[in-house]
Nanobody, 125 residues
Framework: VQLQASGGGVVQTGGSLRLSCGASGRTFRGYKVGWFRQAPGKEREFVAVLKWDGGTTIYEDSLKGRFTITRDITQNTLYLQLNNLEPEDTAVYYC???????????????????WGQGTQVTVSS
């Protein structure tokens, strides 16, 4: 499955953005679809994941409350709502999908078979 992430941009501290991730060629049914981010000089880190069948969500604890992952089944699109953004949230945000990964490894980037190209989020102070 090919993923396309979009919606990044430049916002001021406290601002909001909504990221989108679409899939070309097939539906997200049967997949766990998530968001990761990578800041310059840092490793890629887990943000949130959603199990498409059923809608169960898992968040990185430190981001829960400001970030919300949702899906639109009819549009076959995954979203990440980013609220109350801080300069530390500046990163490239990637969507990723896996059919195989079990619950305990959903926070590990290497568990995902498919990746989008990333979308840049820049938060200015």
């Amino acid at each position: 499955v090919q993923l396309q992430a979009s919606g990044g941009g430049v916002v001021q501290t406290g601002g909001s953005l909504r990221l989108s991730c679409g899939a070309s060629g097939r539906t997200f049914r049967g997949y766990k679809v998530g968001w990761f981010r990578q800041a310059p000089g840092k490793e890629r880190e887990f943000v949130a994941v959603l199990k498409w069948d059923g809608g169960t969500t898992i968040y990185e604890d430190s981001l829960k409350g400001r970030f919300t992952i949702t899906r639109d089944i009819t549009q076959n699109t995954l979203y990440l709502q980013l609220n109350n953004l801080e300069p530390e949230d500046t990163a490239v945000y990637y969507c990723a999908a896996t059919r195989r990964a079990i619950h305990s490894v959903l926070g590990v980037p290497s568990s995902y078979e498919h990746w989008g190209q990333g979308t840049q989020v820049t938060v200015s102070s």
